[in-house]
């Protein structure tokens, strides 16, 4: 992992190869046009596994250093608002790889006591019995322990609500000066923490790639059914705060004089009250069918440019069965492109 972070951002030796096959100097100042589709640019790892947060202006003084000139409003205050929140930091803390490691051991010994105390009764108490319960109850608790640990391997290939959602809107902002972002994590040598990483990536021809495929091969029909049947369940619940417009407009035509002079407990009130009338409201992150092929194009791929991210720099793509238009179609330097990625996943 650390091996990978400093090919990402060259600071394994003072003459360094870039990815693009080009001898710079690490920390000299290039130009973003000089890299290519999927090439990670810069990466930054959590100060510590047990309070996982990143720090973003080292992030975007990396990316200054590779020619990425970057406003802050662009990039650390979206980033901070998706990724630097408590619950955020403690949800990325319990789902890390190292985390789950960790929990595998204590989860193998818990089902041996449960699948133990549960047999032990019907078995009686006999020296041999006791042999073959225990090797039963080892050989139980190792598959289920397996089992579960596999869920959780193949559950990470999807969508994460929680992280790789909320970078959708970091995502569309960063896009317009050709990156895309994606939190991924490994574990080496029992050591792991996540990283945040930074792709290059020129949106266009992958924009005007998937709208010729939603315009040529499908009908409008069928594209509704697909999205429907396998983005249904992507749903995100946000509280929204249900204000009353009459007392707004009371309020606010008051005339000074009139005020009452317990303004500011008055004010707590209301505040009470609003907080009182806070109700969740579900998004669906199913694109609208009946608006232009391109808007739709454009909207799966900032659903998906996070979790693509994600699995480029882990090495976890999926290989297509054959290229739907040939190799011309690959718009980035890995096996699979975005566009490619979110046809397969949804459109076939």
Same mark, same amino acid.
């Given at each position: 992992?650390? @091996?990978?972070?400093?090919?990402?951002?060259? @600071?394994?030796?003072?003459?360094? @190869?870039?990815?693009?096959?080009?001898?710079?100097?690490?920390?000299?100042?290039?130009?973003?046009?000089?890299?290519?589709?999927?090439?990670?640019?810069?990466?930054?790892?959590?100060?510590?596994?047990?309070?996982?947060?990143?720090?973003?202006?080292?992030?975007?003084?990396?990316?200054?250093?590779?020619?990425?000139?970057?406003?802050? @409003?662009?990039?650390?205050?979206?980033?901070?608002?998706?990724?630097?929140?408590?619950?955020?930091?403690?949800?990325?803390?319990?789902?890390?790889?190292?985390?789950?490691?960790?929990?595998?051991?204590?989860?193998?010994?818990?089902?041996?006591?449960?699948?133990?105390?549960?047999?032990?009764?019907?078995?009686?108490?006999?020296?041999?019995?006791?042999?073959?319960?225990?090797?039963?109850?080892?050989?139980? *608790?190792?598959?289920?322990?397996?089992?579960?640990?596999?869920?959780?391997?193949?559950?990470?290939?999807?969508?994460?609500?929680?992280?790789?959602?909320?970078?959708?809107?970091?995502?569309?902002?960063?896009?317009?000066?050709?990156?895309?972002?994606?939190?991924?994590?490994?574990?080496?040598?029992?050591?792991?923490?996540?990283?945040?990483?930074?792709?290059?990536?020129?949106?266009?021809?992958?924009?005007?790639?998937?709208?010729?495929?939603?315009?040529?091969?499908?009908?409008?029909?069928?594209?509704?059914? +697909?999205?429907?049947?396998?983005?249904?369940?992507?749903?995100?619940?946000?509280?929204?705060?249900?204000?009353?417009?009459?007392?707004?407009?009371?309020?606010?035509?008051?005339?000074?004089?009139?005020?009452?002079?317990?303004?500011?407990?008055?004010?707590?009130?209301?505040?009470?009250?609003?907080?009182?009338?806070?109700?969740? +409201?579900?998004?669906?992150?199913?694109?609208?069918?009946?608006? *232009?092929?391109?808007?739709?194009?454009?909207?799966?791929?900032?659903?998906?440019?996070?979790?693509?991210?994600?699995?480029?720099?882990?090495?976890?793509?999926?290989?297509?069965?054959?290229?739907?238009?040939?190799?011309?179609?690959?718009?980035?330097? *890995?096996?699979?492109?975005?566009?490619?990625?979110?046809?397969?996943?949804?459109?076939?």
């Amino acid at each position: 992992m650390e @091996e990978r972070e400093r090919q990402c951002n060259g @600071e394994d030796r003072g003459d360094v @190869e870039s990815p693009t096959g080009r001898s710079v100097t690490a920390g000299e100042p290039g130009t973003a046009s000089t890299w290519r589709n999927g090439e990670c640019v810069a990466s930054v790892s959590t100060s510590t596994w047990f309070t996982p947060s990143f720090n973003f202006t080292h992030c975007r003084t990396l990316l200054e250093t590779k020619g990425y000139q970057i406003p802050e @409003e662009d990039f650390e205050a979206p980033l901070r608002l998706a990724l630097d929140h408590p619950s955020i930091r403690r949800y990325l803390l319990f789902n890390s790889n190292i985390f789950n490691v960790i929990m595998s051991p204590l989860l193998y010994l818990v089902l041996w006591c449960t699948v133990y105390s549960t047999i032990h009764m019907y078995l009686h108490s006999s020296a041999t019995d006791f042999w073959v319960l225990c090797l039963c109850v080892s050989l139980v *608790s190792v598959l289920l322990t397996a089992a579960i640990n596999l869920i959780f391997h193949y559950s990470n290939k999807e969508i994460n609500m929680n992280t790789d959602v909320r970078l959708v809107g970091v995502n569309e902002h960063m896009v317009r000066h050709k990156l895309l972002l994606g939190v991924a994590d490994w574990v080496q040598k029992c050591r792991g923490n996540l990283q945040l990483f930074c792709v290059h990536w020129d949106l266009s021809p992958c924009l005007t790639s998937l709208t010729e495929v939603l315009q040529d091969s499908f009908v409008r029909d069928q594209v509704q059914n +697909k999205l429907k049947k396998r983005m249904s369940h992507l749903v995100l619940v946000t509280e929204v705060t249900t204000l009353d417009p009459e007392a707004g407009e009371q309020e606010e035509e008051l005339p000074e004089e009139e005020r009452p002079l317990l303004e500011g407990r008055e004010r707590s009130a209301s505040t009470s009250q609003r907080d009182d009338s806070k109700l969740t +409201k579900n998004f669906s992150l199913m694109p609208d069918t009946t608006l *232009s092929h391109q808007a739709i194009a454009q909207q799966l791929l900032m659903t998906y440019s996070a979790l693509y991210v994600r699995l480029l720099v882990s090495n976890k793509l999926p290989v297509p069965p054959q290229r739907p238009s040939g190799a011309e179609k690959n718009h980035s330097t *890995s096996s699979l492109c975005l566009c490619e990625y979110v046809e397969l996943k949804l459109l076939r």
